[in-house]
C-alpha cells in the first residue's frame, strides 16, 4: 500500500497570482516511489483529468505537453521518496486540483489545489 500526500497549492487558501511560481510536492510512505515511473495530472471543475508531467523511475528523463514545456518541471528525490513540480510564470488556466500517480498503479493522493488569479 502507498499513501500519497500532495502540497504546495500556495498559501492564503491555495490563491495565487498570473505570472508567480509554485512548488508542489508528492510524498509517499509506505512502499518506495522508485518502483514506478511518476506521473502529475491536474483537473479542473468541468473538466477531465489532463496529464501534466511525468519522470522516469530514476528521474533522468520527463516528459510534458506541449502546453506545460519551459513552466512545468518535474524531479524527483529518490532518497526522500518525495516527488516535485516546479511551476512558473502560472496562468490562470492552471488553476485545478493537482494529484501524483505512480504510473500503471491504483494509487492516489488526495490532490493540492492551485488557483490562479488574473
Known amino acids: 500500500q502507498v499513501q500519497l500526500v500532495e502540497s504546495g497549492g500556495g498559501s492564503e487558501g491555495g490563491l495565487v497570482q498570473t505570472g508567480d511560481s509554485l512548488r508542489l510536492s508528492c510524498a509517499a510512505s509506505?512502499?518506495?516511489?522508485?518502483?514506478?515511473?511518476m506521473v502529475w495530472f491536474r483537473q479542473a471543475p468541468g473538466k477531465e483529468r489532463e496529464f501534466v508531467a511525468a519522470?522516469?523511475?530514476?528521474?533522468?528523463?520527463?516528459c510534458y505537453p506541449d502546453s506545460m514545456k519551459g513552466r512545468f518541471t518535474v524531479s524527483r528525490d529518490l532518497v526522500g521518496n518525495v516527488m516535485y513540480l516546479q511551476m512558473n510564470n502560472l496562468k490562470p488556466e492552471d488553476t485545478a486540483v493537482y494529484y501524483c500517480?505512480?504510473?500503471?498503479?491504483?494509487?492516489w493522493g488526495q490532490g493540492t489545489q492551485v488557483t490562479v488569479s488574473s
Open positions: 509506505g512502499r518506495d516511489l522508485s518502483n514506478w515511473p
Open positions: 519522470i522516469t523511475r530514476n528521474g533522468e528523463g520527463a
Open positions: 500517480h505512480p504510473d500503471a498503479s491504483n494509487y
